[in-house]
């Protein structure tokens, strides 16, 4: 959960930075004549989403390796190439499509491939010295 908050912890000093470069009159303006669909997206992108998003990743984390859940990362970019096209019927060409595939294929590769076992480290005995008297 730190990452989150982390992350939500941009929202003010990412404000700040629109009034010093946009000025205030202009930030107020874009967030004022924003409308309720904008709203809606702000809030769901930011804030439902992002939580899903992380309480997901956190489980995941919970009941598996790093190396198993970190390349499911990979796959962001294509699950939100996934949803324009269903949701904006978003066409794509057959060089992002192969790109696609290759990434995807390769993840899949990576994750079915059987891994060789790591061999168990062998304890050297310690020699006893004898005693002087």
């Known amino acids: 959960m730190f990452d989150l908050f982390a992350w939500l912890c941009l929202v003010l000093p990412l404000l700040a930075l629109a009034l010093a470069i946009d000025?205030?009159?202009?930030?107020?303006?874009?967030?004022s004549d924003m409308s309720p669909t904008g709203w809606v997206s702000?809030?769901?992108?930011?804030a439902?989403?992002?939580?899903?998003?992380?309480?997901?990743?956190?489980?995941l984390l919970r009941d598996h390796t790093a190396a198993q859940v970190v390349p499911f990362a990979l796959l962001v970019p294509f699950v939100g190439a996934g949803a324009s096209s269903a949701v904006f019927s978003e066409a794509f060409g057959p060089l992002r499509l192969?790109?696609?595939?290759?990434?995807v294929g390769g993840i899949a590769i990576?994750?079915?491939s059987k891994r060789p076992q790591a061999v168990p480290e062998q304890v050297v005995?310690?020699?006893?010295?004898?005693?002087?008297?």
């Not at 702000?42 to 930011?46: N, P, Q, R, V």
């Not at 439902?48 to 489980?59: F, M």
């Not at 192969?98 to 990434?103: K, L, Q």
């Open 110 to 112: 990576m994750l079915l």
């Open 42 to 46: 702000i809030l769901f992108i930011g």
């Open 48 to 59: 439902i989403s992002t939580c899903i998003a992380y309480w997901l990743w956190g489980r």
């Open 98 to 103: 192969t790109g696609m595939v290759t990434v």
């Open 23 to 31: 000025g205030p009159q202009a930030t107020w303006h874009a967030l």
């Open 125 to 133: 005995p310690e020699q006893v010295v004898p005693k002087t008297a």
